[in-house]
Every structure is written in structure tokens, then in C-alpha cells.
């Protein structure tokens, strides 16, 4: 079993930053074969993805709205996945969750291509 708890979300202004983290315990990640990703969902909608890291930190992937803003980074001797928010805009206000896939089968981007979710923070951006 995995666990995952992420930390940082908040309230900022447009144009604002915020660095949500992501603890994971439990199952270790020494096989290197996991890839983790962040997700967000706001209110009435899907949760749809933002970015992808493959457990070398070479593969990145990005949704096209964050492209440019958005950094996602992981420390592996931490457990800790990573994603900066810069230029924040109103439509980024949503609940954002950290994901893990495991066993080495490339990034995902779909909800369903992960095995263990943490349990969300929330982030809204005022205008």
C-alpha cells in the first residue's frame, strides 16, 4: 500500500504562486517504477490531469493550460513529488490530488492509469 498526502494548496490572488507537495509512505519506491502525477477537479466538473513525472524525472508531461506555469519536480530520497504554480489564474481553482502509478508502464494521463491517490488540497485563486 501506498500513501499519499499532499500540502501547500491556499487561497492566493491571480498572478499569485503556490508549491504543492506530495508525502509518500509506505510501499517503497526503490524499484523505480513508479510515476507520479497531479490532478485537479473544481467544482462540477472531472478530474482531469495537469502533469506527469516518470520516476527518473527525465519524462515530463504537462496539460496545455499549464504549460509554462506549472514545474513538476520529485526528490525520490524525499518520497516527494512536487508542482510550482506560477501566474495563477482563476480557472486553476480546484481540488488538486497527487497520484502514483506504479510498475514501469510509461506516464499517465487519465484518472484511471493510477493505483493510489492522496486525498486532495484544495486551491483557490481570486481574482
Known amino acids: 500500500q501506498v500513501q499519499l498526502v499532499e500540502s501547500g494548496g491556499g487561497s492566493v490572488q491571480a498572478g499569485g504562486s503556490l508549491r504543492l507537495s506530495c508525502a509518500a509512505s509506505?510501499?517503497?519506491?526503490?524499484?523505480?517504477?513508479?510515476?507520479m502525477g497531479w490532478f485537479r477537479q473544481a467544482p462540477g466538473k472531472e478530474r482531469e490531469f495537469v502533469a506527469a513525472?516518470?520516476?527518473?524525472?527525465?519524462?515530463?508531461s504537462y496539460e496545455d493550460s499549464v504549460k509554462g506555469r506549472f514545474t513538476i519536480s520529485r526528490v525520490n530520497a524525499k518520497n516527494t513529488p512536487y508542482l510550482q504554480m506560477n501566474s495563477l489564474k482563476p480557472e486553476d481553482t480546484a481540488v488538486y490530488y497527487c497520484?502514483?502509478?506504479?510498475?514501469?508502464?510509461?506516464?499517465?494521463?487519465?484518472?484511471?492509469?493510477?493505483?493510489?491517490w492522496g486525498q486532495g488540497t484544495q486551491v483557490t485563486v481570486s481574482s
Open positions: 497520484a502514483a502509478r506504479t510498475g514501469s508502464r510509461g506516464l499517465g494521463f487519465q484518472p484511471n492509469d493510477y493505483d493510489y
Open positions: 509506505g510501499r517503497t519506491f526503490s524499484n523505480n517504477d513508479n510515476d
Open positions: 513525472i516518470s520516476w527518473s524525472g527525465f519524462r515530463l
